[in-house]
C-alpha cells in the first residue's frame, strides 16, 4: 500500500503538469481570438438595432395591416413592443413613425371600444377588447363606467325572454356583483308581479329555470358573487309567494261561491234552487280547489330543477303550513258571513225586510252543511293526498309536530258546522215565537167566546214549518232509521195508544182535577224521560225539523202558562191543539215526544183554567172537519 | 229515577213561581216562596236552611189570597215583603208582614201592610232598594212606573209620582240599581230601559235586547246581567250600551231568570224552561277576554264558562235566588213546586 501512495503522488504530479500546460495554451487561444469576437459581438448588437429600427419604421404599415385583419391583438402586441422606443426617441428620430403608429392605434382602440359596447359580439372577444385597451393604457376605468352605464341602461328595459348575461373580468368586482345582484332581484320581482296577476304553474317554472341557466353561467365567471345562494334565497321567497297566492285564490273561489245568496232572487223556485246550488258549488270550490292546488304542488315537487330540488324541504313545509292556514281562514269566513261576529246583524237584518232574512238563515244552513262536508270528505281526502306527496322532509323539527294537523281541523269544522246548524235553529225558532207570542198575548182569554173555528194561526204556523221543511231538503240529508209512523199503520187521526190519563181528565169533576192532573203527570214524567224533549241535533232533516216542533211547542206551553183561560178559552185551544196534532206529527219525526208535548199544553191550559171543560168530542172532530175542508179549498194541489 | 241529587229538596204544595232570599235575617239562611195555583187556596212558606246544610224546614206556613206572580222580600225587615197577585181577572199588589210570634201560633195570618192599589194594568212586579234603608217602592206594570213612599206605621203607601212608557211598549219587569237609589232597568218588549226615578224620565236604554229578566252586579257599578228567550245570557256595561260585553249560550229553550252572585260576582245563576239550573264563570271586566284568546295559539279553544249544569228539575225552573248571608248557597223552584237549595262552593274562585 505504501507503494500505491508513492506512485500516485508521481502521478498527482504529472497530471499537476499536463493542466497547467493545457491551461496556458487555452489562455493563449482566448486572447489571440479575443479582440475577433468583440468584433463580432458588436456587429451582432448593430444588427440588432438595426432591425428594430426596420420594426419601427414597417410598424405604420403593419398596423394597418392588423386592423384590416381585424387582428387587434397582434396590433396591440407590437405596439406595446415598440413603446419603450418610441418614449426614448419618438420625439427626434422616429417621429414620423410615432406619429403613424399612434393615428393606427387611436384606430384600434376605437374598433376595441366599438367592440366591447356592440351587444351582438360574444362576450369573450369584448373581454379580450377589455385587456387589450388595458394594455394600452387605456383610462380604462371611465370606459367601466360607460359600459356600466349602459348595462343599467339596459336592465331598465329588461325583457324576460332575452337572455343577457354579461361576463367582463374588470376589476372593480363590488360594483359588479352588486350589479349582478340586482340583475337578480329585478328577475325576481317581475316574477312577483306575474304571481300577484295568478300565474299559471308552467310559466312559473319556465321563468325560473331562465333564471337559473343565468345564474349558473354568471356563477362560472364570477364565484364571489356567491349567486346561487342569492338567488335561492330570493327564489324562496316568490316560490314561498306562490304557495301563498294559491291559498287565498282558492279562499276567494269559495268565498265567491257562497256569496251568490246575496243576489235577490225574484220568486220562490229560483229561491230553492239557489239554496242547493249554493251547496254543491260551495262544495265543489272547497274539494276541488283543494284537489287543483295539491295537483300544482306535486308537479312543482316532481320539478327537477336543481332551485327547486334545494327548496323542496321548504315547500313540503309551506304547503302543510298553507292547508292548515287556509282552513282556519275558511272556518273565520264562514263565521263572518253567518253573522256570528256581528253581533248588530241579526237586528239589521230584520230592518232589512224578511227577504234577506231569509237568505241569511239559508246561508246558515247551507254553511252548516258546508261544515260537516269539509269535516267528512274534504280533509280526510287532503290529508290522504299530503301523506302519499308530502310527507317526510320538511324543516320543522319532531318536537313542534307536523303543521298540518287533519285532526284539529275536523274538530273545528264540527264545532262550526253544529254552531251553525244550531243558529239556524234558533233563528228560525225565533221567528215562530213572535207568532206564538202575538196568538197568545192578544186575545183576552179570561173573556173568550166559544170556538166557532179552528184558529188561523195554525195555518200560519203549519206554513212557516212547511218552509223550513223544504229549506231543510235541500241541504240536509235524510235520516237513517226512518220511524215507523203510527198513521201508517191504522190510518186514523188519533193516536192509537191508549191514553188513560186523557179519559179521566174528561170524567172527573174540576176540583178534584186539578190536583189529580197534578199528580198525573208527575207520575207520567217520572217514566218518560225528561231528555226526549232536549235531545241532540244531527244533521239530518227529520231531526232538524223535529227539534224545531218540539222547541215551537215548549214555546206554546211557557205562553199557555202566563196566561189565564175561561172556560171557552180552554175550549179554543183544545180545539187547536186536536187539529195541529196530525200535522205536526207528520212533519216532526219524533211522535213520541210530540204527543207528549201536545199533552203538556192541554195540560198546562187545564192549569190554568178557571172552569176547564174540554168540548165533546163529536163537536171537535166536526170543526177540524171543516177546517180541512176549506184548507183543501184553498189548496187544491195538496 | 234520576241520577243522584246533590241539593235540598222541599215541595210546596201547589205550583209556584216566587222565591226570594230573606236578606234581612241574618241569623239564618232562610227564603220565602208563593204558589201559583188558580183554584186552591194559595200560600206563603218561610223556609230555612238547617245549620247544617242537609234540610230545608219549614219555618211558617201562612196563606195568601190569589195567586201569587211576583214575590220580594224587605232588605231591611225580615217579616216583610211584597207580593203581586191575581185572581184570574184583576191584579193586585200588597206589602205584607208576617206577624210576631208566629211560630207560636196555630195558623198564623199575614198582616196587609199597605195595598198598592193605583195600578190599572196588569200589575209586573215590585222593586225594594237593595242597598239600604228607604220607604220607597217600585211597582212596574205593563205601562207604568210608579214610585211610592211606604209608611208601615199608618199601614199606607202613597203614590210619589208616575210615568206612563207609551202605548207602544210594555214593560215586564225590572230591577232597581243598587249603586244609585235614583237609577231603575225596566225591560220591554224588545229593549231594556233605564230611569230616573227623581225626573221619572228614561235616560238610557239597550236596544234590540229581548229581556225576559234583569240582575244588575252589586259589587261593580254599570254592569248589568240579562237573560234574553233566544240569545241566553248577556252581560252588559251601561256606559257602552250597543254591545253586551260577554254572552253566554243560556239554555236549550229560554232562560227565564238570571242572577249575580251578591258577593263573587263572577258567578252567575240561570234559571231555564228546559227543567236546568246553570251556573257559569263569566268575569265582568270587557278587555281581558277576547285579547288574551286571540293571543294565545294553544289548541284547546276557550275555556268553558259553564261550571256547572243542575239538572235534577222536573219542569221549567222560573224562581231563582242567592243567599245573602251565605252566598255560596242559591235555592232554586221549578214550577211543580220543588225547591232544590244547592251549594256551590266547590266552584268558588279563589280569592
Redesign the interface.
Known amino acids: 500500500m505504501k507503494n500505491n501512495i508513492v506512485g500516485m503522488e508521481t502521478n498527482m504530479e504529472q497530471l499537476l503538469d499536463k493542466i497547467m500546460s493545457v491551461q496556458s495554451r487555452s489562455d493563449r487561444v482566448n486572447t489571440s481570438l479575443l479582440e475577433k469576437r468583440e468584433h463580432i459581438e458588436k456587429l451582432h448588437r448593430t444588427r440588432n438595432l438595426l432591425r428594430k429600427v426596420q420594426f419601427i419604421y414597417d410598424l405604420p404599415s403593419r398596423l394597418g395591416k392588423c386592423i384590416k385583419s381585424e387582428a387587434y391583438a397582434d396590433a396591440v402586441k407590437f405596439f406595446t413592443g415598440a413603446t419603450p422606443i418610441f418614449k426614448a426617441y419618438g420625439d427626434s428620430s422616429f417621429h414620423d413613425c410615432k406619429r403613424a403608429s399612434e393615428e393606427a392605434m387611436s384606430i384600434v382602440t376605437k374598433k376595441l371600444q366599438e367592440k366591447l359596447f356592440s351587444d351582438s359580439e360574444p362576450t369573450n372577444e369584448r373581454a379580450e377588447a377589455v385587456l387589450l385597451l388595458k394594455q394600452l393604457d387605456f383610462p380604462v376605468d371611465s370606459l367601466k363606467a360607460k359600459l356600466l352605464g349602459n348595462l343599467e341602461h339596459f336592465l331598465v328595459d329588461l325583457q324576460l325572454e332575452s337572455r343577457e348575461a354579461v361576463t367582463t373580468t374588470l376589476n372593480s368586482e363590488n360594483q359588479l356583483i352588486e350589479l349582478a345582484q340586482e340583475l337578480f332581484t329585478r328577475h325576481f320581482e317581475t316574477i312577483q308581479q306575474h304571481i300577484k296577476k295568478k300565474v299559471s304553474l308552467s310559466d312559473l317554472l319556465a321563468m325560473l329555470r331562465t333564471i337559473w341557466i343565468d345564474v349558473t353561467e354568471m356563477d362560472k365567471v364570477l364565484p364571489e358573487a356567491a349567486l346561487p345562494d342569492f338567488s335561492l334565497k330570493a327564489a324562496q321567497n316568490a316560490v314561498k309567494q306562490y304557495v301563498s297566492s294559491i291559498f287565498s285564490h282558492l279562499l276567494n273561489s269559495v268565498s265567491e261561491a257562497l256569496s251568490v245568496v246575496h243576489i235577490t232572487p225574484k220568486g220562490r223556485m229560483e229561491e230553492e234552487c239557489s239554496l242547493q246550488a249554493v251547496l254543491e258549488a260551495g262544495k265543489k270550490a272547497v274539494i276541488q280547489g283543494s284537489m287543483d292546488a295539491l295537483l300544482n304542488f306535486r308537479q312543482m315537487l316532481d320539478d327537477n330543477l336543481e332551485l327547486l330540488v334545494k327548496l323542496r324541504d321548504l315547500i313540503i313545509d309551506w304547503v302543510q303550513e298553507g292547508f292548515q292556514e287556509f282552513f282556519r281562514s275558511l272556518e273565520n269566513h264562514f263565521l263572518l258571513l253567518s253573522g256570528r261576529n256581528n253581533?248588530?246583524s241579526?237586528?239589521q237584518g230584520s230592518m232589512d225586510g224578511t227577504q234577506g232574512d231569509k237568505m241569511l238563515m239559508g246561508l246558515v244552513l247551507v254553511l252548516a252543511q258546508l261544515s260537516i262536508f269539509v269535516e267528512q270528505n274534504a280533509i280526510p281526502r287532503i290529508t290522504e293526498e299530503i301523506a302519499a306527496s308530502f310527507s317526510g322532509g320538511g324543516v320543522r323539527g319532531y318536537e313542534h309536530g307536523p303543521p298540518f294537523?287533519p285532526g284539529?281541523i275536523c274538530r273545528m269544522f264540527r264545532a262550526a258546522g253544529e254552531k251553525f246548524l244550531q243558529l239556524y235553529i234558533?233563528m228560525k225558532?225565533?221567528k215562530i215565537?213572535v207568532l206564538l207570542k202575538k196568538r197568545f198575548t192578544t186575545p183576552n182569554w179570561?173573556k173568550h167566546k166559544e170556538p166557532r173555528e179552528v184558529h188561523m194561526f195554525v195555518d200560519l204556523f203549519l206554513q212557516e214549518l212547511e218552509a223550513i221543511g223544504t229549506e231543510v231538503k235541500q241541504i240536509l240529508p235524510q235520516g237513517l232509521i226512518r220511524k215507523h209512523r203510527r198513521s201508517d199503520s191504522n190510518g186514523s187521526t188519533t193516536s192509537s195508544r191508549s191514553n188513560p190519563l186523557r179519559e179521566d181528565k174528561m170524567t172527573r169533576s174540576?176540583?178534584q182535577r186539578?190536583?189529580s192532573q197534578?199528580l198525573e203527570?208527575?207520575l207520567a214524567?217520572?217514566f218518560k224521560q225528561?231528555m226526549e224533549?232536549?235531545t241532540k241535533v244531527e244533521f239530518t232533516q227529520e231531526s232538524v225539523l223535529s227539534t224545531i216542533v218540539k222547541?215551537c211547542l215548549?214555546?206554546l206551553q211557557?205562553f199557555i202558562?202566563m196566561q189565564?183561560f175561561n172556560r171557552s178559552g180552554f175550549q179554543q185551544i183544545q180545539l187547536d191543539i186536536q187539529f195541529l196534532r196530525a200535522p205536526l206529527k207528520e212533519i216532526g219525526e219524533d211522535e213520541a215526544a210530540i204527543d207528549f208535548l201536545l199533552d203538556e199544553v192541554i195540560v198546562a191550559t187545564a192549569?190554568?183554567?178557571?172552569d176547564p171543560v174540554p168540548l165533546e168530542p163529536a163537536i171537535l172532530e166536526r170543526l177540524i172537519q171543516v177546517k180541512l175542508a176549506k184548507s183543501r179549498e184553498q189548496n187544491p194541489s195538496s | 229515577m234520576q241520577g243522584g241529587s246533590t241539593g235540598v229538596g222541599y215541595g210546596l204544595k201547589y205550583q209556584a213561581r216566587c222565591i226570594v232570599d230573606v236578606k234581612a235575617d241574618t241569623d239564618h239562611t232562610s227564603f220565602i216562596a208563593g204558589t201559583l195555583s188558580l183554584k186552591e187556596e194559595n200560600e206563603v212558606h218561610l223556609i230555612r236552611l238547617s245549620s247544617a246544610g242537609t234540610e230545608l224546614i219549614c219555618e211558617g206556613l201562612f196563606s195568601h189570597p190569589n195567586e201569587i206572580w211576583d214575590l220580594s222580600s224587605c232588605p231591611y225587615n225580615p217579616r216583610i215583603f211584597s207580593t203581586v197577585f191575581s185572581s184570574g181577572e184583576s191584579y193586585g199588589a200588597a206589602v205584607w208582614q208576617i206577624p210576631e210570634l208566629y211560630g207560636q201560633s196555630n195558623s198564623p195570618q199575614l198582616e196587609q201592610l199597605a195595598s198598592l192599589d193605583a195600578h190599572t194594568c196588569k200589575i209586573k212586579c215590585i222593586l225594594w232598594w237593595p242597598s239600604g234603608r228607604t220607604d220607597k217602592l217600585i211597582s212596574i206594570d205593563e205601562r207604568n212606573i210608579f214610585l211610592w213612599r211606604l209608611d208601615s206605621a199608618k199601614k199606607t203607601a202613597k203614590v210619589q209620582s208616575q210615568e206612563t212608557v207609551g202605548m207602544l211598549h210594555s214593560f215586564s219587569g225590572g230591577a232597581w240599581d243598587p249603586h244609585d237609589q235614583n237609577a231603575v232597568a225596566a225591560t220591554c218588549d224588545s229593549s231594556i230601559q233605564f230611569w230616573d226615578i227623581r225626573m221619572m224620565k228614561k235616560t238610557n236604554s239597550i236596544e234590540h235586547a229581548h229581556a225576559r229578566n234583569v240582575d244588575y252586579n252589586t259589587k261593580k257599578q254599570n254592569i248589568i246581567v240579562s237573560a234574553e228567550d233566544e240569545s241566553g245570557i248577556r252581560i252588559w256595561d251601561l256606559r257602552m250600551p250597543k254591545i253586551p260585553i260577554r254572552e253566554l249560550p243560556g239554555h236549550a229553550h229560554w232562560t227565564w231568570a238570571v242572577r249575580v252572585n251578591p258577593e263573587y260576582d263572577e258567578l252567575i245563576l240561570s234559571a231555564g224552561t228546559d227543567s236546568a239550573v246553570n251556573l257559569w264563570f263569566a268575569s265582568a271586566t270587557s278587555s281581558e277576554d277576547s285579547k288574551s284568546e286571540s293571543l294565545l295559539e294553544s289548541p284547546t279553544r276557550k275555556v268553558d264558562p259553564l261550571l256547572n249544569s243542575y239538572n235534577d228539575y222536573e219542569d221549567s225552573v222560573y224562581g231563582l235566588a242567592w243567599s245573602s248571608r251565605e252566598p255560596w248557597i242559591f235555592a232554586s223552584l221549578s214550577y211543580d213546586g220543588r225547591v232544590v237549595v244547592e251549594s256551590v262552593k266547590s266552584y268558588l274562585p279563589r280569592r
Open positions: 253581533l248588530t241579526q237586528d294537523v284539529e234558533n225558532t225565533q215565537s179570561i174540576n176540583t186539578a190536583r197534578l203527570t208527575h214524567k217520572l225528561k224533549i232536549f222547541l215548549k214555546s211557557e202558562r189565564t192549569e190554568r183554567s178557571i
